[in-house]
């Protein structure tokens, strides 16, 4: 078997860059799996890929945050596939079925607001608005122009925006 | 409430991202992260790890991801009372107060460093009002030997740096103690020496980086920066150096030319020691020579000649100061370690003591 070492110096490198933003990123990834442990394996899986790849990587924060939304977004579309079988068999209760329309605003949480766009809108509104990577770097990270991802932020804007104001 | 002033789309997404709540790391698990990364590159073990993750979750003993599921603003402590019936006011708010200090890195840990470095306390969660950033200051403290005059301050919500008045004097011993209860990843407290003043300008109109030694010339070097234009000019201002390292992959893809278009470029750079966080390094690019003191032709990197870099790169440590001048691109101070961007004056008033 072969065996990589990491470079001491990659790994004190690594290493700051998980203190400083190890937590934030699992906390965030919480926030779109609902799941503590599963978002903290994703945290863990974008770190082991940045030690390897450090070499590669000039904005390791952007990078991390693309690495796990990636992940995210592997999952939900897993979860769907399952969710749609389940719901053919008579079972499914949509997740946010329970909700009273008079407190959506209020109640609406990041990863059903994000789940309600369409698949090709999800990656650059959970990089732009809920990452603050800035429009450039979304681009970059998806290999999309400027325009596209401008474009689809409104686009995916205008989908939350009356969702939100329809509870005022 | 009305939102009438405001987009509530971003109200929404402020919102959910102030109801972010860091975990922490710890030690063996960043252990276990290197194993799994020097381990075989098509294996891939995750699961190994799962269990840290329970650690993570219980904060000052505050379960927080139950809270926010339900919650319908910030955590507050009136929210924390209601998800932890046994748990007082003050001990909910003191364990709130945990939380916002729980996750932070002390930078730099030990070693020499240059003249320009501060010391930074690095929160891996916002703290964002004047309470909590007072409470955070009072108890932190820097000793320098000898005694230099120096202030507190916030870069930004998650970086509490202190910086003295002017650049260190060089071989000052610099203790740091920061006795922030509750659970966290960085230890109580650090030290660190200053080394040898290191301070360079990069004149971007002559093309000329010049290096001083506790104050004297020492080298010129011709170089090239930036290339005119908004993405691709050097950044002016004070910068310093946060990262050295020997051997890099520039992907033009990182800054903003992908793959495909005219000016996309992939190359090995060798030598480089990196002053901001959006790419920017001193660096090798023997590609360049030609144009090095004579005109900026780079994507942003200070251009030298493979043997000026290398000599760069042996005589510099982390916190030595690059001074950049004649570009119209102004380098921000969140943009690296930006405490010199300020005057000192500027510089106290990033605190919340004042």
Redo the contacts between chains.
Sequence with gaps: ??????DL?V?T?V??V???????L???T??LV?D??LA??FA??A???L??HW???????AWLYVAVANLVRDHWRKRGREATAYERHGAGVPEHAALSAG?L??????RE?VLALPDRLRMPVLLH??A?LSV?QV??HL?KSEGTIKRDLYDA?AR??VR??AT? | M??FDH????D??DR??N???????NDV??Q???R??????RS?V??S??G???A??VIGGVTY?AV??NG?EPVTAATQDATTVDRSAKAAAEARLAQAR????L?PNGGTVGVGMPVTV?F??PVVTKAERVQVEKRVKVTTVPAQQGAWGWLDN?QLMWRPSVYWLPGTKVTVSTPLHGVK??PDGTSFTVGAAMVSTVDMKAHTMTVRRDGKVIRTFPVSTGRPGA?TETRYGTKVII?????????S????I??GSPGYYKIETKWNLRVT???EFIQSAPWSVNSQGTENVSHGCTDLAPADAEWMFNNSKMGDIVTFTGSSRAFKPTEGIGVWVYDFAGWKAQSALG
Excluded: C
């Design positions: 078997m072969t065996r990589d070492v990491i110096d790994e490198s290493r700051a998980y203190d400083a933003q190890f937590g934030r699992v906390g965030w919480t926030k609902g503590p442990d903290h394996d863990t899986e770190f082991v890929k030690l390897r070499s590669t990587v000039r904005e390791p924060r407190d605003a209020t109640t609406l949480t990041v607001a608005y809920f603050d450039v681009a970059n290999g804007r939350m925006a939100l104001e005022r | 009305s939102n987009d509530p789309v971003e929404f997404f959910e991202r109801q972010i709540v860091s975990q922490h790391g698990h960043w276990g992260i290197v799994q990364a020097s381990a075989h590159r891939k995750i699961g790890v799962a840290l993750a329970a993570g979750l991801g926010l599921h319908t729980a996750t932070y890195a930078i690095q891996a969660s998650r990843t960085g993405l990262e050295r390292n020997n051997a890099i992959t520039m992907d893809a990182t800054v903003g992908p793959k966080w959006t790419g």
